[in-house]
């Protein structure tokens, strides 16, 4: 679409006219040369001698030169633009966190992959996890891993396919045997307080009990619920197991309670898959888009257009008066 910035500069296109009815005619007074060979002269420039003042008249090219030249330098003045088609974007309306446990019992193999063979436990959350990413729109992900200890292997992003990079290349034990629940909502909380989305979710995958946090997990969640974080748990563990490998199922159903989130327990590949599309289902939000026409400016056509034209009709102008001149015979010839 094209347009004009400033359309009301158009209103000077009639201020030359202006000039010229409502200011006086510029004279000058000037001392008269008196010549013996006036009548010679005369005939020679081709102009009859007169009284009274002398008004210069331009030519018709001139005129002509002038006002395209004024019309051009006001068109470029209304600042002309084109707006290309609109771009629109969509913005994050969520921040959505996952802590995935990396501790030594998520090596047990009891879940079964889309063929029927028997996989560990991080390998089932890996697959089902990648598929949840590969659908996420207008989120920002982030990614915590935690054992001993947690740590931010992702900040939130945009980018998801780096997220699921960096969680295929996660692996047992990376971080420790045991098992920080109470570490990893306390790192997710510190990371969430650098987000400016209302909509926070974390979601907590683990198989085992808190054994080495620095602060109880219930604790935690008591402060992320402050924060106005929400925490959906999930259980993919063994609640029969005894020592540190032994589902405290009890903690985490505390911990989605205290932050107004959900408890589930997965106990195979499709439990686990079912649940995050319940997750998703419930989080459901209206994304925020944004758009806009991208312009240029071509004032810079007219302007151009304008001065080009001004110096070609000087230089017309010019070889003109050169041509005129060599024509003109010697004054001094007799």
């Not at 010549?35 to 005129?63: C, D, L, Y």
């Not at 151009?304 to 050169?322: D, E, N, P, V, Y």
Request: proline share 6%.
């Amino acid at each position: 679409m094209f347009t004009f910035a400033h359309p009301w500069c158009f209103i000077l296109l009639v201020l030359p006219l202006a000039v010229r009815f409502l200011l006086p005619v510029h004279r000058e007074r000037r001392t008269a040369v008196m010549v013996p060979f006036m009548n010679r002269m005369s005939r020679i420039t081709g102009q009859k001698p007169s009284e009274g003042s002398t008004i210069t008249r331009r030519s018709t090219a001139q005129h002509t030169v002038a006002w395209l030249s004024w019309i051009l330098i006001i068109t470029a003045m209304a600042r002309p633009q084109f707006f290309e088609p609109p771009i629109s974007r969509t913005l994050p309306t969520r921040d959505l966190l996952l802590a995935i446990d990396l501790s030594g019992s998520m090596q047990v193999e009891d879940f079964k992959d889309e063929k029927g063979q028997m996989r560990d436990r991080l390998t089932a959350v890996k697959q089902v996890v990648d598929t949840f990413l590969e659908h996420r729109e207008n989120d920002r992900v982030g990614l915590i891993l935690f054992g001993s200890a947690a740590f931010v292997q992702a900040p939130f992003t945009n980018d998801l396919d780096v997220c699921r990079e960096l969680l295929a290349e996660a692996q047992v034990g990376m971080a420790g045997p045991k098992t920080a629940i109470g570490d990893a909502i306390g790192l997710s909380i510190h990371v969430f307080n650098r987000s400016e989305q209302k909509n926070k979710v974390l979601i907590l995958l683990t198989d085992g009990n808190d054994t080495s946090s620095k602060v109880p997990p219930t604790d935690a969640a008591r402060i992320a619920r402050d924060k106005g974080i929400v925490i959906h748990t999930i259980a993919i563990g063994d609640p029969e197991a005894a020592g540190e490998e032994k589902l405290d199922e009890d903690s985490l159903r505390e911990i989605s309670q205290t932050t107004n989130g959900s408890f589930y327990r997965a106990l195979d590949r499709d439990q686990l898959e079912n649940i995050y599309q319940e997750i998703d289902a419930l989080d459901t939000r209206k994304a925020e888009t944004i758009s806009y026409r991208p312009r240029r400016d071509l004032y810079v056509w007219p302007l151009a257009t304008a001065i080009i034209l001004a110096i070609l009709f000087q230089i017309f102008m010019a070889l003109r008066h050169r041509a005129r001149t060599a024509k003109l015979p010697d004054p001094s010839t007799p």
